[in-house]
C-alpha cells in the first residue's frame, strides 16, 4: 500500500508536471458566443440604457447633485435589467465646482474668447499679455519669472488618430502645462483645447498642480479662438482678461455602482466588465463614458438572457470619478486587493462609441490559446487580433498594476476627441449600430472568459490592501 | 432741307424701330474677362480681407462697438486696395443689445440648455411648463390663452439644401413663433435653431413682435438640446427656467461704406456688387458675412488691377445692419432712388463662401443675350446658367423693387445652416479655393457687366425718394 500510494503520488506528480498548464475555452462555450454575438448585434438595450443615462441624468459632474441620481439611477437599472446582485461602494474624493467662465480680448481688436476652466483649477480674474508657445517642451523651457505678469498660452495643435494615440501629448500639455506656467512665474494659463475639432466648444479635463506651487486659473480654448489668438498675436502683443469662479470645495462621497449577473458553477469567480458613470458638467457624458455604461451593462443583461448562465459571475462595474482621478478605479482596487486571484480577468470601455477594430490581453502565454479562440469569435464583427497591442482601461489600471489580467476591446477613435470633455458629447453623437457592435464584443469576450477553463494570469503583485 | 431733313428723320426712326433692342458684351471683353478668372483663382486677396475682418474686428453686432471699428476699417481696406473713391452713407436702426443668457431644466431631470435670444427678443425670466408644438402651423392653431402660464416650444427641425431652400420655414418660424405663441397667451418662446448642424451652439437670428401685442423672451435651443427636451417630454411634463437679459436700447448711426474703380468711359453708369458688414454677435462672422465683404472687395480690385478699366464703374458696397432687418440695402435703395438707371445691374454674395454653382438674371429679354455670354464666361468654373432661377440678394431687394435689374450668383448653400448665426461662424469654416472662385466668378461678372453695349432692364418702379 505503502508502495503503491507513493507510486501513485509520483505519477500524478509526473502527470501535473508533464501537461502544460493551458486556458481552453470548451468547443460548446464557442456556439453560444456565436448566437449572443447576433443577438446583440439586433438588440436595443445600450441604446436605451445610453438614451435613459444622458437624458434623465444629462451631466454628471463628481459631487454635483446629479452625481447621486446617477447613482441611484445605475442601481435602479441594474435591478431592471435582470441583475442578480446590485450594490454600491463608496467612493469619497474632493469636490471641483464650476460657477462660471468668461474671457475676452482686450484693445484694438476687443471682442469674447470661448474657453473652459480646467478641472482643478482656482478661479480668479487676470489681466494680462499673452506669451505664445508652441508646446509643453517650450514652456518647461522658459526661464523662472520669464512670464512674471504674463499668461502662458500654448498653442499645441491635437494630432487626430483612431487609436487616439493624439491625446498622449495634448493631455500631458493639460497635465502639467500649469505647473510649468507657475515656474516661469505666469499669473494664469491658457491652452489650445486638446481636441481634434474645429467648434466653438472648448474641451475641460482634470489638471493637477505640483506640490509647493499656488495653483493659477488654467483654461482651455476652443480651437478656433486659439486659431484667433495665434492671428492676433501674428500681429502683435495681444491682451486678455480671463475671469473664471470655479476651485474645490469640501469632500464628496459618491459610490461605484455594481452588478453581477452569477455564474452557474464558479460564481465566487470574476470576469470584470465596466465603464465610468461620472462625466464633465460641459455635455450629457454621453460618448464619454455613457456609451460604456450602457455597453457593459447591455452585455452582461444580454449573458444573464440566455438559458444556462456561463460558469463564472460576470460583474459590470460603473465606476466613481474617473474623470478627476480614476477615484472609482483606486477605490475598487484598494478595496478588493486580496481578491485579485478571484478577477479573472477585465476590460473597460471608456474611448466613446465608435466600433471596435481590434482585440488583444495582456494575459501570460498560457492563457494567450484563449484568447486567440476569443479573437476568433470576435472575428465577424470585423475585429481584428493585435497581440501586444493595447492596455487595461483607465478604471481597470490601478487593479492591472496588482495584478489583474486585463483585455483591450479596441474602439475606433477618430472622431473621439471632437467631441470629449465638451458641451458636445451628447446622444446624437452615438451609432446605435456601432453601440451594438460593441455589446456584441463584449458580451462574446465576457461570456467566453467566464466559460474558459483555466485563468487568464490574474495573481497578486504590489501593494496588498485589508 | 426741309423734306432731306424729314426723311432723314424718318429713316432713323424706321432704323431704331427695326433693329431690335439689344444688349451685347463685346468679343473683346470675353478674353480680358478670361485671363481676370484665371488670375482670380490664384488670388489670395479675398482670403487675406477675410482673415482681416474677422481677426482684427471680430463679431460686429450693430450698433457695437466693433460696427464703428468695422466701418473705419472697410473704409481703410478700400483705400488700401486701390479704389478710386471711398465713402460712407448713414444708416439709423434701433440698437439691439444682448448681455446675458441662461435656461435649465428644473426637477427631477435638472440640467443646463445652450440657447440664444433671438435678435430683438426682450430681456426676462419665466419658469414655467413647456408645451410642445411639432411646427409654426400648429403653435398658430393654439387657441386664445392656452398657453397662459406656459412656454411654447416649437420643435421644427430645419431641412438641408444646397440652395438653402429649408431655410424659409424655418426662418418664418423665427419671425412669426414669438407673436403666435403671445396670442395663445405664453410667457416665453422656445424653438429648436433655424440651423442643420449637430452642435452645442444655437442660432440666433432677428424675430419681430406684431403690433399691439406685448413682447416675452424668445430664443432658440441648440438642436442637441430641443432633441433633449423631446425626450424629456416623451417622458412627463417638463418644467424650464429661462433667463434672458437683452433688449432695445436706443438708435444707432452706422454707414453704409461704399468703394468705387471708375469706370473709363460711362463712369456715371454703375454695375453694383456687395454683402453686408456687420454680423450678429455670436461668431465672428466668417461666413455671414466677411466671405460676401472679401469676394466682392477683391473682384473689384482685380478689375480695378487691370492695364484697362471696363466702361462703367464698379461699385462694391458693404452694407450696414442686414441682420436686423435690410437696415443698410433699404438706407440705400432710399438714398438713390432716383439713380435706379444709372444702376445697371447689382449682385450681392450673401450666402457662405461656398462655390458657386448656378448663374442668373432676372433681366429683360433684350438683355439675356449679353447674360448668356456672361454665363458662358463663367462655365469654366462650374457654374450652370439657370434662367429663372434666384434672385436678388438681401440688400438688394429693397432697390430691385425699385426697379434694378439684378444678377444671382448661387452658392452650395449645403453646410451653410450648418455655422449661420452661431458662435461657429468663424474663418476656419472657410475654404481658400471655394472663395476664390467665388471671387472669380464675382469678377468676370461685374467686368462683363460693365462692359456690356446697352443696359440691363434697371428703370424706376415703385416708390421714388427724394
Redesign the interface.
Known sequence: MRLASCLLALALAAGVAAAPRETKIPDSALATAAQLRERALADGTAWQVV?ALT?????RLPGS??DA?AVAWAEARFRALGFDRVWREPVTFPKWVRRSERAE?LG?????L?LTALGGSPGGTVEAELVHFADLAALEAAPAGSLAGKIAFVDYRMQRARDGSGYGPASRLRSRGPSAAIRAGAAAFLMRSAGTD????PHTGITRFDEGLTPIPSAALA??DA??LA??LA?GPVRVRVALDCGWDGEYTSYNVIGEIRGRSRPDEVVLIGAHLDSWDL??GAIDDGAGVAITMAAAHLIGQLPRRPARTIRVVAFANEEQGLHGGRAYAARHAAAVGKHQIAAESDFGAGRIYAFASGAPEYAQGAVRRIAQALAPLGIAHTPGEGGPGPDISPFAERGLAWAALRQDGTDYFDYHH???D????INPQALAQNVAAYAVFAYLAAEAEGDFGSAPKGPVAD
Open positions: 438614451e437624458t434623465e441624468i444629462g451631466p447633485e446629479a441620481r480680448v484694438a481688436h476687443a471682442q469674447p470661448a474645429w467648434h466653438r466648444n480651437n478656433p486659431d484667433q492671428r492676433l500681429r455635455g450629457t465638451t458641451p458636445d451628447t446622444l446624437d453623437k
